[in-house]
């Protein structure tokens, strides 16, 4: 049924939880998994050439989230590949997932910001609403 699989993580407790699901569902499917963390892009400012504030300290954590789902995946026998990019996690998700062909999207429903609204976090719920793909969401058991 699905054959690319990617998973958008942040690090967040809901993102760990969402790894697991993605990871579990890549390994019964047979399917590649792809795992996408976005460092934040603060604003949108033509004159800066450098890295924003919070943009380096995503960058840091980056490689140290994504390590984790990679190894778990191997663990499993499922092929992986990984990538950051810097830029606006909803268009980010979004660009990511057409531009590798995805079949499913797993994330989790409220990410490292913390700020919660009635049902989902405001990436998820974007991705949600503009995803030409299945968005499979996920709530750590403290959500």
Do not use: W
Not at 3 to 23: F, K, M, N, Q, Y
Not at 53 to 71: A, T
Not at 113 to 141: F, H, M, N, Q, Y
């Amino acid at each position: 049924m699905y054959d690319r699989i990617l998973l958008a993580t942040d690090g967040s407790e809901h993102a760990t939880v969402a790894a697991s699901h993605a990871v579990h569902t890549a390994d019964r499917e047979g399917a590649t998994l792809y795992v996408l963390f976005v460092a934040e892009k603060t604003r949108d400012d033509p004159e800066t050439t450098g890295l924003q504030e919070g943009v380096s300290e995503d960058l840091d954590r980056s490689d140290e989230i994504v390590k984790g789902v990679v190894e778990s995946a191997d663990e499993k026998g499922v092929e992986v590949t990984s990538e950051t990019v810097v830029g606006h996690p909803k268009e980010a998700i979004r660009e990511y997932a057409d531009e590798k062909n995805v079949d499913l999207i797993v994330m989790g429903s409220v990410g490292k910001s913390g700020i919660k609204r009635v049902a989902l976090g405001s990436v998820a719920e974007d991705v949600i609403r503009s995803a030409s793909v299945p968005v499979l969401t996920v709530r750590s058991s403290e959500g």
